[in-house]
């Protein structure tokens, strides 16, 4: 059974800090890993998706890793700024099409 | 293009009453999946739906759940004589295909007084 672990739970932050997220899962088999964040009350918006066959994808500020191997991703964000604080959720796909979320890593960047 | 749109976004229902929850994909998608946030817990995989079929619903509870994806019309969420426990964020995703990437919407919150 595929477990998605996400360290740490929380983080505060000062604004302009670089910070790295953490997601591991136990099952190597996986199409793919995306990265959402997903905003109070709110729902989930798609940052970057990761092949299984890719090490990495950058969009602006965020840049996330796969190493499929030893089960890790990292999520990492440059220059962090107030509208970054949000709930980041790591997902992995594997057979059957769903997707299995770890818990998530809830962010605070101070002003 | 729009994105996906679920409704209502917010929904409360008296413990026996039912619950149906909405949700439109994306132009052109026809694979749709729900899944269900409860309160301090992350997102679970509740059921994925294609046009007029049920694909996978190893996470939807036997009783009481059920869900449909109609030729015409919005995927529906069914959910029978609701309890305090069915109180939670249900969100439904579409893709373009099987292996294409899921797009979320903004989710029903639903609470069960």
Request: glycine content about 8%.
């Amino acid at each position: 059974k595929q477990e998605v672990t996400q360290i740490p739970a929380a983080l505060s932050v000062p604004e302009g800090e670089n910070l790295v997220l953490n997601c591991s899962f136990t099952d190597s088999a996986i199409y793919n890993l995306q990265w959402f964040r997903q905003d109070p009350g709110k729902g989930l918006t798609s940052l970057l998706l990761i092949q299984s066959s890719q090490r990495e994808q950058t969009s602006g500020r965020l840049n996330a890793s796969l190493d499929k191997s030893s089960g890790r991703s990292t999520l990492y964000i440059a220059a962090s700024q107030p509208g970054d604080s949000a709930t980041y959720l790591c997902a992995v796909r594997r057979e059957g099409n769903k997707l299995v979320f770890g818990a998530g890593t809830i962010l605070r960047v101070k002003s | 293009n729009a994105g996906v749109m679920q409704n209502p976004r917010h929904l409360v229902r008296r413990r026996g009453q039912e619950a149906r929850l909405r949700c439109s994909p994306m132009k052109g998608h026809s694979h749709v999946y729900w899944y269900r946030q409860l309160p301090e817990e992350g997102l679970k995989f509740m059921v994925y739906l294609q046009k007029e079929n049920i694909i996978d619903e190893s996470g939807m509870p036997k009783e009481r759940f059920s869900a449909e994806f109609p030729k015409e019309g919005p995927s529906i969420l069914r959910i029978q004589q609701v309890v305090r426990g069915d109180s939670a964020a249900y969100f439904c995703a579409s893709s373009l295909g099987q292996y294409n990437e899921q797009f979320f919407g903004p989710g029903t919150r639903l609470t069960v007084l």
